[in-house]
């Protein structure tokens, strides 16, 4: 689907639907305002949207994953910036950057300080080299946002998975992380995964499985404490696939949202240095051997066991191995649904929810688990621990919840693997 077949015009104002439906909602979400969210479709007949990254101006960056780069200017034009080999409509290609499974183009962040740098920072497989990896790419975008030049890897070395292997998801591209944030702290943070290797995540020099911290040119902050003899650049490791990151509001501190094994999603509090505890390797936890050396699925997976005796097989934070691991705050009730996206809902137009964090939930749906597809609103403490869990009544269809980011306006913006950004507003 090429971008000149793209819908830009604002599609529908949908009031949420009142009256005879109220009464269907419960008690606490009547008192929370959802019954005023409006919901706007930014954009449609998208290609599996990926992430979006906003100016002050309203300006909006997106990624689509098997297309490239494009920006939605303030009045609604959309313009192209960055193809990936084989796209159509851009103009510009990138022909080493190419899609497969869950690869492809992903995390997008503008810098804070665009207005004098004109920078944008991209996440993308590449194959440049071979093994293949993941990329963070440095761009700049020119004056009428029509194009970008000066294309700089500062990040080159995220494993990328070339080989299939032996289990029911085990084909290539799998779990490349993808998130792409600037912290309060100007620092980059990017999410990775494990790429279904099971030497990833514990490993101190492969960068996949980790949330790494770096400046504008890929380098280490200097204030990473990560363990003796690791990467310098690596801020948490021992995750499984974190595809989202946000940061607390009050206290600046990062929180990810990782995909689970058929079992407990995670939300976890990062502290520099740590280690959040997963270990799929043959032989830990009590466990045996497992396919392919990797027991991030098998044989979790096996029929007859229930969601608690997956997660006592296969941790997603092993705490008896681990002892200092990061704990999890959250594990979606034991069930692995997707968890994809993160981001802080900021503003006194989300009344209760000012300062609530929101996930983004694909809903999966293997393995005897319920289907998600949903946003969850969840409320935390001063000390960061799950207060409140809601689900977000929704005035639209569901659909896989790639990305939720909050927009210059204090709105929700929402990208799902269906090809829609939609727009969610609080208050009326
Ligand atoms: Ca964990």
């Known amino acids: 689907m090429g971008h000149l077949s793209r819908t830009t015009a604002i599609m529908a104002l949908v009031p949420l639907m009142t009256g005879a439906f109220a009464s269907l909602s419960s008690v606490s979400a009547q008192s929370i305002n959802t019954s005023s969210l409006q919901h706007t479709v930014v954009l449609s007949d998208l290609d599996e949207p990926w992430d979006m990254s906003f100016l002050d101006d309203g300006t909006m960056f ?6 490239g780069l494009s920006v939605r200017l303030p009045s609604g034009e959309v313009n192209a910036l960055l193809g ?24 997008v962040a503008v810098d804070p ?3 004098t740098n004109r920078q944008v920072y991209v996440y993308s497989t590449s194959n ?3 093994p293949h990896t993941n990329r963070l790419m440095r761009l700049v975008v020119n004056e009428d946002f029509t194009g970008v030049s000066d294309r700089t890897d500062i990040v080159a070395d995220v494993p990328y998975k070339m080989e299939a292997t032996d289990h029911p998801f085990g084909g290539t591209g799998a779990h490349n992380g993808g998130r792409v ?7 980059i943070y990017l999410t990775t995964g494990d790429t279904h290797n099971g ?3 514990q490993s101190p020099t492969i960068m996949g499985s980790k949330v790494l911290r770096i400046d504008r040119d890929g380098n280490a902050a200097p204030e990473n404490t990560p363990p003796e003899g ?10 499984r696939n974190v595809q989202g990151i946000a940061f607390h509001p009050a206290t600046g501190t990062p929180i990810t949202a990782e995909h689970g094994p058929w079992h407990s999603d995670e939300i976890t509090v990062l502290q520099n240095g740590g280690n959040a505890g997963w270990d799929p390797r043959p032989n830990m936890a009590g466990r045996g051997d497992c396919p392919d050396d990797y027991c991030g699925y098998s044989p979790n997976q096996m029929e007859g066991m229930n969601r608690y005796e997956r997660a006592a097989f296969m941790p997603m934070t092993d705490l008896e191995t681990y002892p200092d691991a990061m704990p999890p705050i959250w594990d979606n009730n034991g069930w692995s649904q997707g968890t994809s996206s993160a981001a802080f809902l900021e503003g006194e137009q989300w009344g209760d929810w000012n300062g609530a964090m929101v996930v ?3 809903g999966i749906g293997f393995g005897g688990t319920p289907l998600g597809q949903r946003i969850d609103v969840i409320e935390l403490t001063d000390d960061l621990k799950v207060k409140d869990v809601t689900e977000m009544t929704l005035p639209m269809e569901t659909g896989r919840f790639r990305s939720v980011v909050l927009g210059p306006d204090g709105s929700l913006y929402t990208a799902t693997d269906e090809g829609f950004i939609h727009k969610l507003t609080p208050g009326s």
């Open 62 to 67: 997106f990624t689509e994953k098997c297309d």
């Open 84 to 107: 990936m080999s084989g796209a159509e409509g851009y103009p510009a290609t990138a022909d080493d950057l190419f899609c497969d499974g869950q690869a492809g183009m992903m995390g």
């Open 113 to 115: 300080d665009f207005a």
């Open 128 to 130: 440049m080299v071979t």
């Open 181 to 187: 944030r600037f912290g309060p702290d100007g620092y």
């Open 199 to 201: 030497e990833v995540p």
């Open 230 to 239: 690791f990467d310098k650049r690596t801020f948490t490791y021992g995750h």
């Open 360 to 362: 983004g939930i694909m």
